[in-house]
């Protein structure tokens, strides 16, 4: 089983040595025969290139860089594009989500037949760290998603979304931002309908960061994800 991990970074450098070292950990899982990394730096203005040339020269990662910043979607579509993986997830360059939890998503997928599996935060808990707040922003997002895609998802814009390889590169990720979460959830539902596929969902864990320490997503990116969902759940 090869596994690629698809990292977009932009002004990462306080935390890309430590998800780094997290993800090489699980390489050395029985269920892994190959650990493929794919980094994207977004043309970051901090230290967050010469870290990641650090790795790309002793072949741990696959390194490309954008010249010009353009956004989360826009780094997932350049990995996607070089990714050679059986499986396929998005891992944040923050320490948000814990590593640990892709073999827990690879394992089940694996049993149990999942062609696409959503690592969800709020499945086994409907509470927040961020408050109620941001528990209420995603789940209103999700259930809105939900009506047009015809899922029963928790967790729409988790970033822990694990695809088969062949799956991924089929969804033509159209936007640059942080709307690439609704506009996937949107296309891989249609494609899971049309090629009767199997599309799941387990917990996850979750330590989220504020906006004083880097957080990036912002009241701008949720009423754009209401734009995107309305946007490819129509068309």
């Keep these: 089983m090869k596994l690629s991990v698809l990292v977009p970074v932009y002004n990462e450098e306080k935390t890309l040595d430590a998800i780094f070292g997290k993800v090489f950990e699980i390489e050395r899982s029985p269920l892994i025969d190959e650990l493929e990394v794919v980094a994207v730096d977004d043309c970051s203005k901090d230290g967050s290139l010469s870290i990641l040339r650090k790795y ?4 741990k990662i696959k390194l490309f860089r954008h010249e010009k910043n353009q956004g989360k979607g826009a780094a997932v579509r350049t990995a996607v594009a070089n990714s050679t993986g059986d499986y396929v997830i998005f891992q944040d360059a923050d320490l948000e989500y814990d590593p640990q939890d892709i073999l827990k998503m690879l394992d089940f997928a694996v049993k149990n037949g999942a062609d696409v599996l959503y690592g969800s935060r709020f499945l086994e808990k409907k509470t927040s760290p961020l408050g109620k707040f ?3 922003v995603n789940a209103g997002l ?3 998603s939900n009506l047009f895609t015809g899922l029963s998802l928790t967790d729409m814009e988790t970033c822990y979304k694990m695809f088969r390889g062949k799956i991924i590169k089929e969804i033509n990720i159209e936007e640059d931002r942080f709307g690439l979460e609704p506009e996937i959830t949107a296309k891989v539902a249609k494609i899971c309908t049309e090629k009767d ?3 799941k969902e387990i917990p996850i864990s979750y330590s989220p960061r504020r906006s004083e320490e880097g957080k ?11 734009y995107i969902i309305l946007k490819y759940g129509l068309f």
């Design 216 to 226: 990036k997503i912002g009241v701008k990116d949720g009423l754009r994800a209401v």
């Design 56 to 59: 790309a020269d002793t072949g």
């Design 197 to 199: 596929l199997v599309l």
């Design 142 to 144: 999700t259930t809105f």
């Design 134 to 136: 941001h528990y209420f």
